[in-house]
């Protein structure tokens, strides 16, 4: 999932789930802060009452009566003051119900007990239950609508805010990662940012990209150079055989050595002469502007190869459209497939079977396919047969052909596949750029 | 005699190439820079020259220039190790006729410059005997008779390249490189070139003996006359 999508889930669900909970607790809360109120609210009628007695003296109540009872329009609060023989016990609140003119109705009641020239009297202060939650709906609909509300706000402010925040991120990947090709050849614009972890990151990103590079065209250039100065011994070694051989004073066994060394100097010079191409390959050397049908290509190689099929007595098919061209390197796609056809006869049994076939997808991109019926690949060996100097079993080669022939595949932004059974052939597939394909 | 000019600072290669060519019954000369180049292509009258293109004092290209202005019949093959597509060109169109990279077999080297006068000049011998057959270096045919023994292109290379290098052994790998070039592949020990040879012979024997083409066991094949 994208760090985006995430953090908008946990925002969006974290803030839900918050809210949530406090509207669950809404009623209970409100209720609590209603009742709590009240009492207070009773306390304060109480401490009137008391206080008009304190001036005015209990009479002012009593008028002469033995009680006093008095209460609101609607009966909805009441107070009551009347003699009694309990004992001073201090102050209760209680929800009780209590008879008002024939109604029975639950009221909030706080007791009072006090002496008054030595009579003890109870005074009652009540508020009906009903009119203590009378606003707790309202209440509750207007917090529930403005929670609403600043939650929406909250979100849509959240979610604008990390789509600023990570933009840069995003921007790295594009231009670091999935722009960018092996070796990084060009610089990756520089991502506008005030984040310093991005920034960061960003540079460190360029930073690692250009050790790759450097580190890339230190072992080409090294490989280039090694190449080069090591052809010069290989020469001289080789033209003083060739001188020797060529005397007619040296005798048949010196000569055999002689013809041995000849063929291990050559191995050493093919081993030079690939590693050199596959460093021109890379550092560019070769121009791509020769445009020339493929199946005319296929046929060269076969005719090149033509003496080897026939020493394996293999049979060949050679189905490909006449019709496409490329717009390539005609020397390194010469060799891609010779070095291709060169292996499906090597590693063929004798009398085998050697397919070449195309095909044109419907989106355009354009394929060959060089399949062998031979020993085929073992699978832990699939990932590695580009490597340098990898073969499988013994025999000949110096495991540099398909090195080349994936240099030269990098080089065309051709994608390599295979397909390999142990034991049951082999298939190489050789996908061609569509932008490398001049006519389908 | 013809009479080469070696342009290489490389003494050792110089030399081998030397030796080579002295006993292919050429005269040779050797500069070791652009300059000793020059002063020698003043002094004496060359039919070839042999130029490395990496000097140390010039570069090969501008040499060939001011060589053939002087001497536009001078031939001239380029021997470099620079490998480069735009060198070939530039070279060629300066008044190369060949351009060998580098390294390249000696008994390839004679073949190219062989090539470059037979072209230039025609053939001053044009019937070769093979034994009981002829070999007509012109057209590449080989007679039995009076009639052409038809071969194939390649086998006729062959015989032609053994040809060129009558009486001295010519390994597989020389062989392969002349008719393949560099697309000869990594395949050092492969011997597919016997079966050209044995085409050879199976056409060849029908008519008559084919001893004049020797096998040298695990070498290759001389063509004694």
Not at chain 1, 88 to 109: F, H, Q
Not at chain 1, 185 to 202: E, G, S
Not at chain 1, 354 to 372: C, H, K, N, P, Q
Not at chain 2, 130 to 141: A, P, T, V
Request: net charge neutral.
């Amino acid at each position: 999932m994208r760090l985006r999508t995430k953090l908008t889930l946990f925002i969006t669900l974290s803030k839900l789930g918050i809210v949530t909970l406090f509207v669950l607790a809404l009623p209970f809360l409100v209720e609590r802060i209603a009742f709590q109120y009240n009492d207070y609210y009773l306390q304060e009628q109480k401490k009137k009452v008391l206080n008009v007695i304190g001036k005015n003296g209990l009479e002012y109540y009593l008028a002469g009566e033995r009680d006093y009872g008095s209460y609101t329009m609607l009966k909805e609060e009441y107070i009551s003051l009347e003699p009694t023989d309990r004992r001073n016990a201090g102050d209760t609140i209680a929800t009780l119900r209590r008879v008002v003119e024939n109604d029975t109705l639950t009221y909030r009641v706080l007791t009072h007990l006090f002496t008054y020239e030595g009579a003890t009297y109870m005074l009652e202060v009540g508020k009906t239950a009903a009119s203590i939650g009378q606003y707790n709906r309202p209440l509750q609909k207007m917090a529930i609508y403005l929670l609403a509300g600043l939650l929406f706000t909250t979100i849509i402010l959240d979610l604008i805010y990390t789509r600023i925040l990570l933009r840069p991120l995003g921007d790295i990947i594009r231009n670091q990662l999935l722009a960018r090709k092996f070796p990084f050849k060009d610089d990756a614009p520089k991502v506008k940012t005030t984040t310093a972890d991005f920034r960061y990151l960003d540079d460190s990103l360029s930073g690692l990209m250009d050790k790759v590079r450097e580190a890339f065209d230190k072992e080409r250039e090294f490989t280039a150079n090694a190449s080069h100065e090591l052809l010069t011994p290989i020469s001289i070694l080789q033209h003083k055989i060739e001188n020797l051989m060529m005397d007619e004073s040296v005798g048949d066994q010196t000569q055999q050595k002689l013809g041995a060394m000849m063929n291990t100097v050559h191995r050493l010079r093919k081993i030079v002469q690939s590693l050199l191409l596959i460093s021109r390959i890379e550092n560019d050397q070769f121009p791509r502007e020769d445009q020339f049908p493929l199946s005319e290509l296929l046929k060269e190689v076969m005719e090149e190869l033509g003496h080897r099929l026939e020493e394996k007595q293999l049979r060949f098919h050679l189905r490909v459209n006449g019709a496409v061209a490329v717009d390539m390197n005609r020397d390194l796609i010469f060799q891609l497939f010779h070095n291709l056809v060169n292996n499906a006869i090597r590693y063929n049994r004798p009398g085998g079977s050697i397919w070449i076939r195309d095909s044109l997808a419907d989106d355009g991109s354009y394929s060959i396919t060089v399949e062998d019926s031979g020993i085929g690949i073992p699978e832990d060996s699939l990932e590695a047969i580009f490597g340098r100097f990898r073969k499988i079993g013994a025999g000949e080669g110096v495991g540099l052909g398909l090195s080349i022939v994936s240099s030269i595949a990098k080089h065309h932004e051709i994608s390599l596949e295979v397909k390999s059974e142990e034991g049951k052939g082999a298939a190489f597939v050789v996908l061609f750029p569509r932008a490398g394909i001049a006519k389908a | 005699m013809t009479k080469v000019l070696i342009v290489e600072d490389e003494v050792l290669i110089a030399r081998e190439m030397e030796q080579f060519l002295r006993q292919s019954r050429y005269h040779c000369d050797i500069a070791y820079t652009a300059a000793q180049a020059l002063l020698k292509l003043e002094d004496n009258s060359y039919d070839f020259l042999l130029l490395d293109l990496g000097l140390p004092d010039k570069d090969g290209l501008a040499l060939l220039y001011e060589a053939k202005k002087d001497m536009p019949d001078l031939s001239c093959i380029i021997l470099s190790a620079r490998g480069q597509v735009e060198d070939r060109i530039r070279g060629l169109d300066l008044g190369a006729d060949d351009y060998l990279p580098k390294p390249f077999s000696l008994p390839e080297l004679h073949a190219r410059m062989q090539a470059v006068i037979r072209r230039k000049y025609g053939l001053r011998e044009k019937l070769v005997s093979l034994g009981e057959f002829q070999m007509d270096l012109g057209s590449g045919q080989v007679l039995h008779e009076g009639t052409a023994v038809p071969l194939s292109k390649k086998e006729t290379d062959v015989l032609s390249y053994l040809l060129l290098h009558k009486n001295r052994p010519i390994t597989r790998m020389q062989l392969s490189e002349h008719i393949w070039g560099s697309y000869a592949g990594e395949d050092y020990d492969s011997n597919y070139i016997d079966v050209h040879i044995k085409n050879i012979r199976k056409k060849l024997a029908a008519k008559a003996s084919t001893e004049w083409l020797q096998t040298i066991r695990n070498i290759g094949y001389k063509i004694c006359v």
